[in-house]
Each structure stands twice: as structure tokens, then as C-alpha cells.
């Protein structure tokens, strides 16, 4: 029986895990019926498909993994492989009421997603979901984020999908996982663990000593166009949160991204934050609700390095403004462009190994008193999340049925009650938005706004 211990950033998503904030994240995918099925067949598509799928026995990382201790009250919580699945539990179908829209499924998935997962079994589930309208289903898969991060996670579900349309698909829990024609890494057993040696121990103290130097600029003013925690505005949309949330999806062509990317001579990723802070800028104002200074926002970056197919969590975090003090589109893509170069910058002069001391510094104390219940109320350090994943451009299929979008389903923290993530697939860049029921009320409007943000970004630039 092989054992794992989970390195010290995948343990903190077991040890945040709570009621108010279960620590999973998701994938909701829609896909369209093959084109040779006829109403009746597809009536039955689904009901095939899940039959097929709980007869394989087969179960591959990180899918047969289980904690040793059902507890999130653990300093390295440990994993062990399993053998056999209980695919009733784990695979589920819904049906959506009628009409089956896009109303009615964000509802449904609000719900599954508030779902806390059974520490006491593999932490996944894969939900089949029929009824949607426009010869459409789709499938919800989440796992939690102590097995895997957004980007190993987005490749993981993905992936598991068949790259030809004629083919049946392997299961998503038996599918062994490929890149670039070399299997996935799991992280080593414990068996396989080294002692450090006296020259690591110092490397290790250097690293930490420059993380903590780092993280210390960002709780400070500053002068440099460094967005830092003292540039954090009280708003309306942070505060407690609670168990319950809402979900909403948006999806905007990759082409019109890159275009206003490319006229303004910024990133794709500059675009995003710009469109996203019009669209909370004009959330806000119909709630007579914006502060004078910009909203901010944690922007997670993958550490990962150019190969790396291994499972797991491997990101730090960037801030940075989202302009939504300024009226001006144009001149809002500028603001964020200063503030994501100067964020950059700092994390450019890290060496590889300090990022994950200045991750932790940066947000340790605030994690800190999430995880021990000591602040029920925790100061926020920035206004929101927004986390960009890439995708694949190549298309996919399920037994024949073409896979359309990808929408992320993140998690939200307390005193942080609202998520953007996105994910591209093919032409499509997906917003997936998550937020506290009690806190965000209308969050299908931020999902309207967000293109309308971007319409009139195209119509200042362009």
C-alpha cells in the first residue's frame, strides 16, 4: 500500500475546509448530443453512458486516493491508494427542470457546488446532468483542491476526454494521464522521501528570509504602482460569508481578446482584469455602492515549469488593481496595465524556490485565522479573486458528443465572497463566477456586465 504526504500547500486546502467553506473546485463542462441521435436516443444517451462508466473497475491518481485521517485537523495529512470505488456514491445523474436554461442550470449547480465533500472517501464526484435545453448536457466534476490546483485540475478533466469522435471514452477516474507523450507525476510515496542535507537546510532558511522580504512590500504604501494591502478599499461585496452560493458563466471569443490585447499592447490577461473591473464598476454603481479607490484583486500564477506534468498545487499570488475608479475603458486597461507590470516585477526577482515562503507570508496570518475560527469577520486583503487557467485548442468529445465550453467553479473565502475564473477551450475563453448567496445577490448581472465591459473596451480601442 503506497503512502503520500501532502506538501504543506495542498495541506492548507484540507486544513481551510469548513462548512461556510468547502475547499473543493470544480469543472462544469456542456457538451452537445451527437448529431446521429434523434430525441428518443437522447433520452437514453446518458443513461448508457453512466451504466458503462460504473462497470470500470479500474482507478488511477489521483482518483484512488483517501485519507488515512478523515480530519482536516492535521499538520501533513497522508494519503493511501485504493482499489475499488463505490460509483454510485461518485458518479450521479440529474435531470434539469424545464426550460433548462442557462437559469436553471447555474441553480443546480450552486447547489452541488455548496455540497461539502466526505473526507472519509475519495474526495471527488462526477455529476451527469441532462434536461438542457438546446440538445445539450452537461457534465459537473469536482475534486478537491488539496489533490489538485486549477491548472492541473482543468487538464486533468479535460484531458480524460477523447480526441476522436468516433471512439467510446474512458472513464475519467481509469483514465491514465498523458503530456506531450509522458505520463503524469504523483507525488512520491513516503518511502521515497530524502533527508535534507545541512546545505539544503541553509538553502531553504536563504529562501525564506527573501520570501518574507517580499511579502512585507505588500503591507506597506507604496510608491512604485505596486498594489498592496493598504490599497484595499472597504466595499460592499466583502464580509462574512456563508454556506450557500451562486453561480454564474459567461463566454467571450479568444480572437476579441487577443485583438484589444494587441491594439492596446497589453496581455490577454491585462484585458480580463480590465473587463472584469467595468463589470464590478458598474455593479457597484447600480448599487450605489463604489468606493473612491480601485477595487483589488488576488490574481493566483502558476509556478509551474515549462514540462512540468505533475498533479498537485503549484502557484503563488500576484495583486493588482482593477481600475474600477476609472470611467474611461481605455484608460482603465492602462491603470491595470501598471499595476500587473509592477506586480510582475516583484515576483520576477524572486528566485523559483522563495515564491512559495512569499505566498505563504504574504497570506499565512489571514489564512491563519480562517483555519482556527479566531476572526469570524477577517480583514480583507483585497477586494476579489480572479484566476485565468489556460486550455486546450484542440477539440474534445464524450462517446461522440462534442465538448463546447468549459466553465471553472472556484471557491470563495470568507471576507473574500466573490470568484472569477476562467478557462479557455478552443475559441472560447469561459468565465466561471462564484459568490456567496447571502452576500453577492444578482451575480448573473456581473455575468451580463462582463460583456458588456467588454463591448465598450472595443469601442474605445478598436
Known amino acids: ?103 436553471e442550470l447555474g441553480q443546480m449547480i450552486a447547489w452541488l457546488h455548496e455540497q461539502k465533500m466526505d473526507l472519509e472517501k475519495p474526495l471527488w464526484e462526477v455529476h451527469m446532468i441532462d434536461g438542457l435545453c438546446e440538445s445539450r448536457f452537461a457534465v459537473y466534476v469536482k475534486i478537491h483542491h488539496s489533490l489538485v490546483d486549477g491548472v492541473s485540475g482543468s487538464s486533468l478533466v479535460v484531458n480524460s476526454l477523447s480526441s476522436d469522435i468516433e471512439s467510446l471514452t474512458t472513464p475519467i477516474w481509469a483514465k491514465k494521464q498523458h503530456d506531450g507523450g509522458e505520463k503524469k507525476v504523483a507525488p512520491k510515496s513516503i518511502m521515497d522521501a530524502e533527508m535534507p542535507t545541512m546545505d539544503d537546510v541553509k538553502k531553504v532558511v536563504n529562501e525564506v528570509k527573501e520570501g518574507f522580504s517580499a511579502s512585507q512590500k505588500l503591507r506597506s504604501h507604496s510608491s512604485s504602482g505596486l498594489t498592496t494591502f493598504k490599497a484595499t478599499p472597504d466595499c460592499i461585496l466583502n464580509g462574512r460569508i456563508g454556506p450557500h452560493r451562486r453561480v454564474a458563466t459567461q463566454s467571450i471569443e479568444l480572437d476579441r481578446l487577443k485583438k484589444l490585447a494587441k491594439k492596446a499592447e497589453a496581455t490577454v490577461n491585462d484585458v480580463v482584469l480590465a473587463i472584469v473591473g467595468g463589470a464590478l464598476r458598474e455593479y457597484l454603481i447600480d448599487a450605489n455602492a463604489l468606493p473612491e479607490d480601485s477595487l483589488t484583486a488576488a490574481l493566483p500564477v502558476s509556478t509551474r515549469k515549462p514540462g512540468d506534468t505533475s498533479i498537485g498545487n503549484q502557484v503563488t499570488i500576484m495583486y493588482g488593481s482593477l481600475g474600477t475608479n476609472v470611467a474611461d475603458p481605455a484608460m482603465r486597461l492602462q491603470y491595470v496595465k501598471q499595476s500587473t507590470k509592477a ?119 478598436l
Open 1 to 103: 500500500m503506497t503512502l503520500r504526504k501532502m506538501p504543506l500547500l495542498d495541506a492548507a486546502s484540507l486544513q481551510l475546509d469548513g462548512k461556510n467553506m468547502p475547499m473543493h473546485i470544480a469543472a462544469l463542462m456542456t457538451f452537445e448530443y451527437p448529431e446521429s441521435l434523434d430525441k428518443d436516443d437522447r433520452k437514453t444517451f446518458i443513461n448508457e453512458l453512466i451504466e458503462r462508466w460504473r462497470e470500470e473497475p479500474r482507478v488511477e491518481y489521483p482518483w484512488n486516493q483517501v485519507l488515512t485521517r478523515p480530519t482536516r485537523w492535521q499538520l501533513r495529512p497522508v494519503t493511501r491508494e485504493i482499489y475499488s470505488l463505490d460509483l454510485e456514491y461518485h458518479l450521479r445523474h440529474w435531470s434539469l427542470p424545464s426550460p433548462g436554461g442557462e437559469r
Open 343 to 461: 506586480g510582475k516585477s516583484m515576483l520576477s526577482e524572486l528566485s523559483p524556490n522563495a515564491v512559495n515562503a512569499y505566498s505563504l507570508f504574504s497570506t499565512g496570518p489571514f489564512l491563519s485565522t480562517v483555519m482556527l475560527g479566531l476572526n469570524k469577520s477577517p480583514k480583507h486583503l483585497f477586494n476579489t479573486t480572479i484566476s485565468n487557467v489556460p486550455g486546450l485548442r484542440e477539440p474534445k468529445y464524450l462517446d461522440g458528443a462534442k465538448l463546447l465550453h468549459v466553465f471553472p467553479v472556484s471557491l470563495i473565502m470568507p471576507g473574500l465572497p466573490l470568484n472569477f475564473t476562467c478557462v479557455s477551450h478552443e475559441d472560447h475563453l469561459n468565465f466561471g463566477i462564484v459568490a456567496c448567496r447571502d452576500r453577492v445577490p444578482h451575480v448573473q448581472r456581473l455575468a451580463v456586465a462582463l460583456m458588456c465591459s467588454m463591448e465598450e473596451l472595443e469601442k474605445h480601442i
